[in-house]
């Protein structure tokens, strides 16, 4: 079983940045490829980006490439997505998500993460 909890989201004015970071526990985060994902009220939940257990070249959607960056580190099991040049389209509830079923991620299918934190808020203001 492995436990993820987001933080770091709030509000902040376009153009602004954002850390947000999702701690792990129970098991060895670097056994997870990680994903980041939200979802904005009435839409359906989109992948943000992906990276791979050792946290090489981690792939992002077109919406936010350029902006956003993925990393982890695997000795203090924390995944971090920075986030740079906010939109208010960027408004959403983000989630850190885990799973280990290679056949399937680590990508933008949610059928490959098997575990989910509970969400941080991110608000863009214009």
């Known amino acids: 079983q492995v436990q993820l909890v987001e933080s770091g989201g709030g509000l902040v004015q376009a153009g602004g940045s954002l850390r947000l970071s999702c701690a792990a526990s129970g098991r060895t985060l670097s056994d997870y490829f990680m994903g980041w994902f939200r979802q904005a009220p009435g839409k359906a939940r989109e992948v943000v980006g992906a990276?791979?257990?050792?946290?090489?070249?981690?792939i992002y959607s077109d919406s936010v490439k350029g902006r956003f960056t993925i990393s982890r580190d695997n000795a203090n099991n924390t995944l971090y997505l920075q986030m740079t040049s906010l939109k208010p389209e960027d408004t959403a509830v983000y989630y850190c998500?885990?799973?280990?079923?290679?056949?399937?991620?680590?990508?933008?299918?949610?059928?490959?993460?098997?575990?989910w934190g509970q969400g941080t808020q991110v608000t863009v203001s214009s």
């Open positions: 998500a885990a799973g280990r079923n290679f056949n399937l991620g680590p990508g933008a299918n949610p059928r490959a993460y098997e575990y």
């Open positions: 990276i791979v257990r050792s946290g090489g070249n981690p």
